[in-house]
């Protein structure tokens, strides 16, 4: 019986990894298609979507039966809901990245962010991606350095976030309401993946040391 029942703990995880690399090439598909005006590109990222929601509810159901059939407890315990909570967290991060993708589809065939702001939406995308392949990594290796390059990429998306909006409240803005309403958006697409991100990192780190870290921290 015991055997099952690492078996199944061993087979969230993989499910866990398998959502945690469909999020990064959502992200990494959506962030092409929103610099390059790429509509085929990005109804691919809007359709693949339904892929991670499926995973998503597979794992939370067997996560959900091992619970009522095993009777886990302490770090099996910890492991089974911190799951249930991370597979939230990156639905959510694909659908973010949906959330993009639909952008550069309906400002098709125009690019959806002025060019006064693609430096600063480049570098946003270039982060979110980079925290993907981290929470990734994590998940696969448990080593928890991994988790300050998080929380750094996290920081200065947070610091670029803050600035599009400065941006748009200048004197100098004149771009068009619809403009500025998708840069809006945009910017708190990137912002939110970001967020997750940092959330599946603490839950992590929660399950390795056992203790709940507060916003913020730092391995």
């Given at each position: 019986m015991r055997k099952v029942f690492q078996a199944?703990?061993?087979?969230?995880?993989?499910?866990?990894?398998?959502i945690s690399t469909l999020v990064t090439e959502a992200m990494e598909?959506?962030?092409?298609?929103?610099?390059?005006?790429?509509v085929e590109l990005a109804q691919e990222v809007i359709a693949a979507d339904a892929r991670i929601d499926f995973l998503q509810n597979d794992l939370d159901e067997r996560a959900i039966d091992v619970l009522a059939?095993?009777?886990?407890v302490a770090s099996d315990l910890r492991m089974i809901v911190g799951s249930l909570r991370m597979s939230a967290?990156?639905?959510?991060?694909?659908?973010?990245?949906?959330?993009?993708?639909?952008?550069?589809?309906?400002?098709?065939?125009?690019?959806?962010i002025p060019a006064s702001?693609?430096?600063?939406?480049?570098?946003?995308?270039?982060?979110?991606?980079?925290?993907?392949?981290?929470?990734?990594?994590?998940?696969?290796?448990r080593e928890l350095a991994s988790v300050t390059d998080i929380q750094s990429a996290?920081?200065?998306?947070?610091?670029?976030?803050?600035?599009?909006?400065?941006?748009?409240a200048s004197p100098d803005w004149n771009?068009?309401?619809?403009?500025?309403?998708?840069?809006?958006?945009a910017s708190r697409y990137f912002e939110r993946?970001?967020?997750?991100?940092?959330?599946?990192?603490?839950?992590?780190?929660?399950?390795?040391?056992?203790?709940?870290?507060?916003?913020?921290f730092m391995v």
């Open positions: 199944e703990l061993h087979q969230i995880g993989e499910e866990l990894i398998e598909k959506s962030v092409r298609a929103f610099a390059g005006a790429d059939l095993q009777g886990p967290s990156l639905e959510r991060m694909g659908d973010l990245a949906r959330h993009v993708a639909q952008l550069a589809r309906l400002r098709y065939p125009s690019t959806v702001l693609t430096a600063t939406f480049d570098e946003l995308a270039e982060l979110d991606i980079l925290i993907s392949h981290k929470v990734t990594e994590l998940l696969e290796t996290k920081a200065r998306i947070s610091e670029l976030h803050g600035s599009v909006f400065k941006a748009i771009e068009s309401a619809a403009t500025t309403v998708d840069v809006t958006l993946f970001g967020d997750h991100g940092v959330s599946v990192a603490r839950k992590v780190s929660y399950l390795v040391t056992g203790q709940w870290q507060p916003e913020g």
